[in-house]
């Protein structure tokens, strides 16, 4: 079992920045891949940004390309979410999500095994 704790969500004004952290605890011995997730009301979760293992394969929803940025240092156990230039249309629930690393980067929420309990981020304009 591999618990996840997502933090550094908040209040922050458009074109703001926020750094989201997921902390891993448990089986971390483990490798795996972790992925970024948001929901937003009314709306289905999403894919934001993914990661390996080894921090050498990164993937990102087309949209949030150059503003967005994940990262991770294994030693820590944690996993980062850089969030520039943020918009209102940001605003939303966000999720890390944990796989196995031997299965790769995926983009579906189905795909990912482990998740924390999101943190919230709203962008007023």
């Known amino acids: 079992q591999v618990q996840l704790v997502e933090s550094g969500g908040g209040l922050v004004q458009a074109g703001g920045s926020l750094r989201l952290s997921c902390a891993a605890s448990?089986?971390?011995?483990?490798?795996?891949?972790m992925g970024w997730f948001r929901q937003a009301p009314g709306k289905e979760r999403e894919f934001v940004a993914a990661?390996?293992?080894?921090?050498?394969?990164?993937h990102y929803v087309d949209f949030l390309k150059g503003r967005f940025t994940i990262s991770r240092i294994n030693a820590k156990n944690t996993v980062y979410l850089q969030m520039n230039s943020l918009k209102p249309e940001d605003t939303a629930v966000y999720y890390c999500?944990?796989?196995?690393?031997?299965?790769?980067?995926?983009?579906?929420?189905?795909?990912?095994?482990?998740w924390g309990q999101g943190t919230q981020v709203t962008v007023s304009s």
């Open positions: 999500a944990a796989r196995p690393g031997t299965l790769g980067i995926a983009v579906r929420q189905f795909d990912y095994e482990y």
């Open positions: 448990g089986r971390t011995s483990n490798s795996y891949t």
């Open positions: 990661i390996s293992w080894s921090g050498g394969n990164t």
